[in-house]
Every structure is written in structure tokens, then in C-alpha cells.
């Protein structure tokens, strides 16, 4: 990270009227969540996801899902936001930024205080009855898992409660179809912590005006920014929003 770099993305911030940002799994590894792909360290080196968050073991076989899957999802919700989480709450409180596009379900935006956030891949916060779309706080499944009901049931109408997770198998949600349009109107897109592997996410970046990148390691987008830094986020978003206070 030089200092040139910061200042660039900096006058880039200020000189565009609207700022998206996109966040993966890179940016929460700094509040002790591991990544996905990482060599050696990722989740997927030791756990197959078609097995353990699929829509086909969740509805076939809720018992292995509320086993493994769930238990996986569930060893994230303790984490606490980091330096990076919060610098871009503070950039949107600012006016800096419009709000975030999250790849990521460990509402660690959300607990940083950031307001506009588009969550694509669901959150670890709710879940919601299949039946008759009811939303209930995640503790709700919890207890009933504890409990020994497995599938939870909704108490309004009996039917299946899951958790608001987009699971390989499910279509995305309204927040993607809302993610296009906020990037396809926006100047600049700052993607953070992605390494832009995923699809259809990773076709955000390719709709935008102008990009920065802000990840350990190489993306398929790296040609195309005007800015590419390989370093902590916490760090350079805060020296970013250092930058940008000097205003």
C-alpha cells in the first residue's frame, strides 16, 4: 500500500457522485472468519459446501444440515466487526459512499452500523417460514434445534422454518436484482476482500464506470481498475478515510 495509491482512491471518492461498495469473505477474515478458498486455511479445503449448505441436504436430509451446515453457520454470528467494517460505516455516515454489496452473511456490516446494505447472500440473522413467509430472529430456530425439532416448524401456520441463507440451489435474492441497478447508476465501485470467483457477483465489478480493488491476491478484474491495493483492508480503508477527512 503506498501513499499514492490511498490518495488516488481518495480523489476518487471525492469526485464521484456515487459510491457503491462490494464485500467478501477477505474483508471479515480480520474478525476471525475464515475465508472460503484461501489455500490451506479456507472452509472449503475441509468441508465440501454442495454437502453441507445445499438446498438438497437441507430439505433431504435436515437432520445432517442441522448437524453440520447449521453448526457452520452458527460459528460466525459471534464475531465483532473490524477496523475495516467500521471505516465504511463512518464513509457512509459521511456521505462518501452510498451503502455496501455484501457477499458476506456475518452481518458484521450490519453490526458496524453501516444503513444501506445489500445483503446477496442472505444473513445469519433471521430465518423465515417456507410456507407462509414469516420471519422470525434466528435464535428462534435455535432453540427448537436445541429442542430436538428438527426441521424447526413455524408457529403461525406448521410450516418449515430456514435460515434467510442463500444456499447452493436457491436463486438469489431481490437484494442482486437491486445490487445491479445501484452499480449500473453508480461512478465508482470499490470492491474489498473478493476475489471475484463467484457468480453472478462477480459480474458486478464488470458493469462499473470506474473500479478500485482492495484484496490479498490476484482477481479476474485487476486490468481493469484504476487502483489495486494488496493489503489488510482495516488498514487501508482507514488510511483512506484518513485521506479523506484531510478535506
Known amino acids: 500500500m503506498s501513499i499514492e495509491d490511498i490518495k ?25 472468519i475464515p475465508d472460503f478458498r484461501s ?26 444440515f442441522y448437524k453440520e451446515g447449521f453448526n457452520m453457520l452458527l460459528s460466525m454470528t459471534d464475531a465483532e466487526p473490524n477496523r475495516a467494517h467500521f471505516a465504511l460505516a463512518e464513509m457512509e455516515r459521511l456521505g462518501y459512499i452510498k451503502g455496501v454489496i455484501t457477499q458476506n452473511i456475518d452481518n458484521l456490516h450490519y453490526k458496524a452500523g453501516s444503513k444501506y446494505i445489500l445483503e446477496v447472500h442472505g444473513n445469519t440473522r433471521e430465518g423465515s417460514c417456507m410456507k407462509c413467509a414469516n420471519t422470525v430472529d434466528l435464535n428462534v430456530l435455535i432453540n427448537k434445534v436445541n429442542n430436538g425439532e428438527i426441521p424447526p416448524k413455524c408457529d403461525n401456520c406448521g410450516g418449515t422454518l430456514r435460515p434467510d ?25 470499490i470492491v474489498i476482500g473478493s476475489s471475484l470467483t463467484v457468480s453472478p457477483v462477480n459480474y458486478l465489478p464488470q458493469m462499473a464506470k470506474k473500479l478500485v480493488i482492495i484484496n490479498m491476491g490476484p ?28 478535506e
Open 8 to 32: 488516488k482512491v481518495a480523489k476518487l471518492i471525492k469526485d464521484s457522485s456515487k459510491t457503491m461498495v462490494l464485500t467478501g469473505a477477505g474483508i471479515s477474515t480480520e474478525s476471525g
Open 39 to 64: 489455500p490451506n486455511t479456507g472452509l472449503w479445503e475441509h468441508i465440501d459446501p454442495m454437502e453441507a449448505l445445499s438446498t438438497s441436504v437441507l430439505y433431504n436430509n435436515p437432520k445432517k
Open 165 to 189: 441463507v442463500v444456499f447452493f440451489g436457491d436463486m438469489l435474492p431481490e437484494d442482486f436484482n437491486t445490487s445491479v441497478r445501484e452499480v449500473e447508476t453508480s461512478d465508482l465501485l
Open 219 to 246: 482477481t479476474a478484474m485487476d486490468s481493469f481498475a484504476e487502483v489495486k491495493i494488496e493489503d489488510k483492508a482495516g488498514k487501508t480503508l482507514e488510511a483512506i478515510l484518513d485521506e479523506l477527512y484531510e
